[in-house]
């Protein structure tokens, strides 16, 4: 039976939930594009449930990697060798399921810098549409790794859009804070410092992300679906505990007419007979 779920992730065969429809519908729009963007909203508002629903429904067409940065740890940050190693073997894992030989191809011990992974990155994105979504991109922000590898995701993006290259069909980050301003963070708090010839404020290496408007919040029509879901559920449990209690009842009366009939039959054969022949369950 389901529940209703607060906390975390939301599953449709296990929890009641609003109907998203509208919203997956906008966001997929946006992913039918090629755009990249950051879903940036506070905590529970439904960004790691919109992010499952949404890899389910692209599965059917395209290829789609889900990715979590929660539990990652820091040691994947140490260096970019590091980072590029292991987000490989995060895409392997996460593909392993669907396509275990494509998978296995995105390993590669030599890819050890940024530079590298957007070379590898364009030769299995060749021929196509894979799209990237990462989840809980917090985590990794204040981490110079993590904002190299959004300076290689954008560079790869414009190469894509002028034809010079191959690149995710789409990206999509999610997470409480707005990326484009993380390096901007980043050198307010001393993480990071930028070269000589950088801009310092302004460069962004996410400001090739399309805005977000999709309206994550429920309205009333959506929250009316995920109240119908439960009535029914209500429903069609007092309906089984009604039809078992009846049955339950209808044994019990089987039983007992059973275990007469039997003694009957044992103390008069012939009487017994005549009244087992005449009765009507």
């Known amino acids: 039976m389901r529940t209703f779920n607060v906390t975390g992730l939301c599953v449709p065969d296990k929890h009641y939930m609003a109907d998203i429809s509208g919203k997956l519908a906008k966001i997929r729009e946006m992913i039918d594009r090629g755009d990249y963007f950051t879903i940036n909203r506070a905590r529970q508002y439904g960004k790691s ?6 890899a389910r429904a692209l599965a059917k067409e395209h290829t789609c990697i889900s990715l979590s940065f929660v539990g990652i740890g820091t040691t994947i940050f140490a260096s970019s060798a590091s980072f590029c190693q292991r987000f ?5 894992k996460a593909l392993e399921s669907a396509d275990e030989d494509f998978a296995a191809q995105w390993e590669d011990a030599t890819v050890t810098d940024f530079d590298l992974l957007g070379y590898h990155i364009d030769k299995l994105c060749n021929g196509r549409k894979i799209i990237l979504m990462i989840d809980e991109v917090d985590k990794a922000s204040g981490n110079e790794a993590f904002l190299h590898f959004l300076g290689m995701l954008r560079s790869k993006y414009l190469a894509k859009q002028a034809g010079a290259a191959n690149a995710f069909h789409s990206v999509v980050l999610a997470g409480v804070y707005d990326i484009r301003n993380i390096k901007q963070k980043m050198i307010s708090e001393g993480a990071y410092t930028p070269a000589d010839m950088e801009h310092k404020l302004y460069n962004s290496p996410w400001n090739i ?3 977000f408007k999709v309206d994550m919040s429920f309205n009333p029509a959506e929250i009316a679906t995920m109240l119908k879901n439960m009535k029914q559920t209500i429903t069609q449990a007092w309906i089984s505990r009604s039809l078992l209690t009846r049955y339950t009842a209808l044994q019990a009366d089987i039983r007992s007419w059973y275990r007469g009939s039997a003694n009957a039959l044992i103390r008069s054969p012939k009487k017994a007979g ?3 022949a005449s009765r009507k369950l």
């Not at 490989?88 to 392997?92: G, N």
């Open 49 to 54: 449930t919109t992010l499952l629903l949404l």
């Open 88 to 92: 490989l073997l995060h895409i392997s």
């Open 209 to 211: 992300a399309a805005d």
């Open 274 to 276: 005549r009244s087992m």
